[in-house]
């Protein structure tokens, strides 16, 4: 009897549609998986923002994309004071400040800057998590309650007709831009087994007709690269919801063969080359041997910076230094 060679259901990816280089951005949006891809974006040498931090309904991802695109400000009303803080509706708790100016300081400045960096050349990559959305009583749709009392909110699912919509009305003026969904494999438990799967499905709905509607709209499949091909909790954190980082890095390397283009590839195997000789732990190191390692890998990096234009090598280079002045 033949033996199969895989004990698994692989996930088929659809032929590129784009090839992605390191001349390319990244503008990134979402939950925290998009966090870690992020992560490995920068580990490559590829150039990316993450603006307005973890996020995980579409309307408020789609709120800011839209705020970068017409480089519009916040105001006193965007802010909330909790626990001695201050918070914008729109953002993740990272953003905080004891200064209400500070703060709008700070996230306007961000969005100014995002206007003017993001260019043709940029690929927004956009990780959906629910489709459950938070509305305060005075506010409106939230991003985060930032710890607000509960009694001061509703509850309720988004309707796929107004999420379509307002989609389709934002990745219009973004034909010059590759823009690539995921769904988070991070599932919501707080609202229940049947509830998240229903909230998953409508985002998946949303992101299969705006694929069948624009050009420039792609689908990266992790969630069904999650839930299928690493269908084993020892795949999972111990919260059991999120994924290892055996199964981040699983994912990765099929984003990796799926978007990027052979030359790209190459240059990603240069990087971590260097990464790895970074990482290195000398057995002598003053030797004359270990100097001229260190050398030789600055010369890496110089040379590889030409290959990956977005990154800056600044901070490599340096530690690079001081490991060979050390050294002298």
């Given at each position: 009897m033949k033996m199969p060679q895989l004990f698994r259901k692989e996930i088929s990816l659809k032929p590129k549609r784009i090839k992605i280089n390191h001349s390319n951005d990244f503008l990134l949006l979402g939950s925290c998986f998009t966090q870690n891809i992020r992560k490995h974006l920068s580990f490559n040498g590829f150039g990316n923002y993450y603006p307005f931090g973890t996020l995980y309904n579409p309307t408020t991802i789609l709120n800011n994309l839209n705020i970068i695109i017409e480089n519009q400000q916040f105001n006193n009303n965007d802010i909330i004071k909790?626990?001695?803080?201050?918070?914008?509706?729109?953002h993740s708790g990272l953003y905080s400040?004891?200064?209400?100016?500070?703060?709008?300081?700070?996230?306007?400045?961000?969005?100014?800057?995002?206007?003017?960096?993001?260019?043709?050349?940029?690929?927004?990559?956009?990780?959906?998590?629910?489709?459950?959305?938070?509305?305060?009583?005075s506010y409106g749709l939230v991003g985060n309650c930032h710890k607000i009392s509960g009694s001061e909110f509703s509850k309720r699912f988004l309707q796929f007709d107004e999420m379509?919509?307002?989609?389709?009305?934002?990745?219009?003026?973004?034909?010059?831009?590759?823009?690539?969904?995921?769904?988070?494999?991070?599932?919501?438990?707080?609202?229940?087994?049947?509830?998240?799967?229903?909230?998953?499905?409508?985002?998946?709905?949303?992101?299969?007709?705006?694929?069948?509607?624009?050009?420039?709209?792609?689908?990266?499949?992790?969630?069904?690269?999650?839930?299928?091909?690493?269908?084993?909790?020892?795949?999972?954190?111990?919260?059991?919801?999120?994924?290892?980082?055996?199964?981040?890095?699983?994912?990765?390397?099929?984003?990796?063969?799926?978007?990027?283009?052979?030359?790209?590839i190459q240059t990603i195997d240069l990087v971590q080359d260097i990464r790895k000789s970074m990482a290195h732990v000398p057995f002598n190191p003053t030797s004359k041997q270990h100097i001229i390692f260190l050398e030789n890998l600055l010369d890496k990096i110089k040379d590889v910076i030409d290959k990956t234009p977005n990154y800056n090598w600044d901070l490599e280079i340096e530690e690079v230094k001081k490991m060979i002045a050390a050294a002298n």
């Open positions: 909790s626990n001695g803080l201050f918070y914008c509706w729109n400040s004891k200064s209400e100016n500070e703060l709008l300081d700070e996230i306007n400045l961000e969005v100014s800057k995002l206007n003017n960096q993001i260019s043709e050349n940029t690929v927004v990559i956009i990780t959906l998590g629910t489709s459950f959305v938070y509305e305060h009583i379509l919509s307002s989609w389709k009305e934002v990745i219009s003026r973004l034909k010059s831009k590759h823009v690539i969904f995921t769904v988070s494999p991070v599932r919501h438990w707080s609202d229940g087994a049947v509830q998240n799967n229903r909230s998953k499905s409508l985002l998946h709905l949303l992101v299969g007709e705006l694929e069948d509607s624009f050009e420039n709209v792609s689908y990266f499949p992790s969630y069904e690269i999650m839930m299928d091909e690493l269908r084993d909790y020892r795949f999972y954190k111990k919260d059991m919801l999120h994924p290892s980082d055996e199964a981040v890095e699983f994912i990765w390397n099929k984003f990796k063969a799926y978007c990027f283009s052979n030359d790209s």
